[in-house]
Structures are given as C-alpha cells and as structure tokens.
C-alpha cells in the first residue's frame, strides 16, 4: 500500500525557517521522482516542487524559487522540503507524492503557518 507521511510543520514567524519531511512507503521510492504540493485555505492544491531521482530540485511555482528546496535521502524512503524566507502567503498545508500517481492516496499533510 503506497502511503505518504508529512510531518515537521508548525508556526513560524515571517522570515524564518522550516524543513518538512515526508516518509513514503509501499513502492520503489528510488525509482520515482517526487513532488511537494501546498493547499492555502480557499484555494486549490498547487504543485509547488519536486526531486529527481537523482536529487535535484525542480521548483515549478515563482514565488517559491530561492526560498524552497526540495530534497531527498533513498536510505530513508524520505523527501524534504527546506523552506527559507517564510512568508505569510506561505501558509498552507504542505503534502508530497510521487510524481505520475494519480491515485488519491494523499497523506495527512502538514499544516505550516506563517505569522507574527
């Protein structure tokens, strides 16, 4: 059974910092690429990152770039996301997947939030 687990978020102060985690399981974690998406209260999910196999970053949204970066550890079936700069329009619920699954197999997410 393919599962994603995120975990790291919390309450932070704009300008500051966090790293997410997501644990994934069920699969041949090495094999596949992985995205982060985000959901801000009223608005839909977004794609906001992914990792290659090889571990490089992809970020796909503007305001994310050379804020988030996006990384992984195969020893650990794991993927994380370092978040710099956090801004309130940061807020939101933070999840991972597999890139191509299409399945709705979402994780619980990880609620970050971003305020003074």
């Known amino acids: 059974q393919v599962q994603f687990v995120e975990s790291g978020g919390g309450l932070v102060q704009p300008g500051g910092s966090l790293r997410l985690s997501c644990a994934a399981s069920?699969?041949?974690?090495?094999?596949?690429?992985m995205n982060w998406y985000r959901q801000a209260p009223g608005k839909a999910r977004e794609l906001i990152a992914s990792v290659t196999r090889s571990g490089s970053t992809i970020t796909t949204v503007d305001s994310v770039k050379g804020r988030f970066t996006a990384s992984r550890d195969n020893t650990k079936n794991t993927v994380y996301l370092q978040m710099n700069s956090l801004r309130p329009e940061d807020t939101a619920v933070y999840y991972c997947k597999r890139v191509g699954d299409l399945n709705d197999n979402w994780g619980q997410g990880t609620q970050v939030t971003v305020s003074s």
């Open positions: 069920g699969f041949s974690f090495s094999a596949y690429a």
